[in-house]
């Protein structure tokens, strides 16, 4: 079964490293129920289809599905998702062997940076930028299905979030 093995920390804005041009990324979810998530996404010219499960006791492992689908198909079922389309730019960074995703959100979210490394196990070391803020792994309300839901109601994410 395909697993998806990931930490995610806070950050308190760009960090201190050459980002390179980003990705603009739209997404938007189908089910957001914690138990089967449905997320469609459009990156560029790009689009996919992913299902993730629960998140494990660990706060770092579980299931996902993902597979490629036209950017077209991708845009369609983007007007059929649940409210709060988020809106991010991601960049991709390569820092002592380890690739770092890192998202800049845009719209109500503006101002949230969250940066995430996978991981091959659980047991895999990873070396640990000194810039990462907070370790927010195991911490449900970051998920995007669950910050779908401050977009989707205006809600302003530092009163949500930063508690």
């Given at each position: 079964?395909?697993?998806?093995?990931?930490?995610?920390?806070?950050?308190?804005?760009?960090?201190?490293?050459?980002?390179?041009?980003?990705?603009?990324?739209?997404?938007?979810?189908?089910?957001?129920?914690?138990?089967?998530?449905?997320?469609?996404?459009?990156?560029?010219?790009?689009?996919?289809?992913?299902?993730?499960?629960?998140?494990?006791?660990?706060?770092?492992t579980?299931?996902e599905?993902?597979?490629?689908?036209?950017?077209?198909?991708?845009?369609?079922?983007?007007?059929?998702?649940?409210?709060?389309?988020?809106?991010?730019?991601?960049?991709?960074?390569?820092?002592?062997g380890?690739?770092?995703?890192?998202?800049?959100?845009?719209?109500?979210?503006e101002?949230?940076?969250?940066a995430?490394?996978?991981l091959?196990?659980?047991?895999?070391?990873?070396?640990?930028p000194t810039?990462?803020?907070?370790?927010?792994?195991?911490?449900?309300r970051?998920?995007?299905?669950?910050?779908?839901?401050?977009?989707?109601?205006?809600?302003?994410?530092?009163?949500?979030?930063?508690?």
């Amino acid at each position: 079964m395909p697993v998806e093995i990931e930490r995610k920390f806070l950050l308190s804005g760009p960090p201190p490293v050459e980002l390179g041009e980003g990705q603009l990324l739209q997404q938007g979810y189908l089910s957001d129920d914690p138990e089967r998530t449905v997320r469609v996404r459009l990156a560029g010219e790009q689009g996919s289809l992913t299902i993730k499960g629960i998140t494990q006791a660990d706060g770092l492992t579980r299931f996902e599905w993902e597979k490629e689908i036209l950017a077209d198909d991708a845009r369609e079922l983007l007007t059929l998702v649940l409210p709060g389309l988020i809106e991010k730019t991601r960049y991709r960074v390569s820092l002592e062997g380890s690739l770092w995703e890192i998202d800049s959100y845009r719209g109500t979210l503006e101002g949230l940076w969250v940066a995430e490394v996978e991981l091959a196990s659980n047991a895999e070391e990873v070396s640990l930028p000194t810039w990462l803020g907070r370790e927010v792994s195991g911490d449900s309300r970051y998920t995007n299905a669950a910050l779908r839901r401050i977009v989707a109601t205006s809600e302003d994410w530092r009163k949500a979030l930063l508690q």
